[in-house]
């Protein structure tokens, strides 16, 4: 079965540093992961997708993520956190790979806060 | 182009009511997923919908039903309304069936109090 675990609920930072939010997998197969963020009272936004091509994926907004097989991680990262993206991020698994089904599976979420 | 619609944004209902959500897809789009989000469980998936016919379901009572239509707008229908069914529930749209290959969009859901 597949599945998605975020490492940290609340993550803190201060404008104009980095921001790190974790995020590992487990697969029987090679997984397509996502990572899609939500601001208050608003649906969900794709950042980005990975589905096997390169392992640095770049998304919108200036973030990006890494696939590593290895340790089983898809970390999203920004070098420069702005105030507009205080949010809620959640890293996600498409259920079926090769097959036909659009069920997407939720890591717990991650909130991020950004301080002025 | 437009994207999903949800209506409506907003019901307060009682418990044993029943409520019936909708959902617009972006034109073009044949694919509907619908999932729950609560601060307890987070995003759960209800179901998905391919061309009318349900394709995947989720780990939900039996209370919980949806349908397509051949416009592919969908509906979800929820009999017998719980306190616990208080949630946000969202749709989300896609141009096909294979999710790891096509980007699905989300409309801005529909808050459900239950009183």
């Known amino acids: 079965a597949q599945s998605v675990t975020q490492l940290d609920s609340h993550v803190s930072v201060s404008e104009g540093t980095p921001v790190l939010l974790r995020c590992n997998y487990s697969?029987?197969?090679?997984?397509?992961l996502f990572w899609y963020v939500q601001h208050p009272n608003k649906g969900l936004q794709l950042l980005l997708k990975?589905?096997?091509?390169?392992?640095l994926v770049k998304g919108i907004n200036g973030f990006e993520a890494e696939f590593k097989k290895s340790e089983t991680s898809f970390h999203l990262t920004k070098p420069s956190a702005h105030m507009s993206d205080a949010a809620e991020y959640f890293c996600?698994?498409?259920?079926?790979?090769?097959?036909?089904?659009?069920?997407?599976?939720f890591g717990t979420g991650t909130l991020l806060a950004v301080q002025p | 182009k437009a994207g999903v619609t949800q209506t409506p944004r907003y019901l307060i209902k009682t418990r044993g009511q029943q409520v019936t959500l909708s959902c617009s897809p972006i034109?073009?789009?044949?694919?509907v997923s619908w999932y729950q989000q609560t601060p307890g469980q987070g995003l759960q998936f209800l179901f998905e919908?391919?061309?009318?016919?349900?394709?995947n379901k989720g780990n939900f009572p039996g209370r919980f039903s949806g349908r397509q239509f051949s416009n592919s707008r969908s509906e979800m229908n929820v009999s017998t309304l719980e306190l616990g069914d208080s949630a946000l529930y969202l749709c989300?749209?896609?141009?096909?069936?294979?999710?790891?290959?096509?980007?699905?969009?989300f409309g801005p859901g529909t808050r459900l109090t239950v009183l």
């Open positions: 989300a749209s896609s141009l096909g069936s294979q999710g790891f290959r096509h980007e699905q969009f």
């Open positions: 697969s029987s197969y090679s997984p397509s």
């Open positions: 990975y589905t096997s091509a390169a392992t």
């Open positions: 996600v698994v498409s259920e079926g790979y090769g097959g036909a089904t659009n069920k997407l599976i």
């Open positions: 034109s073009g789009h044949r694919s």
């Open positions: 919908y391919f061309s009318e016919t349900q394709r």
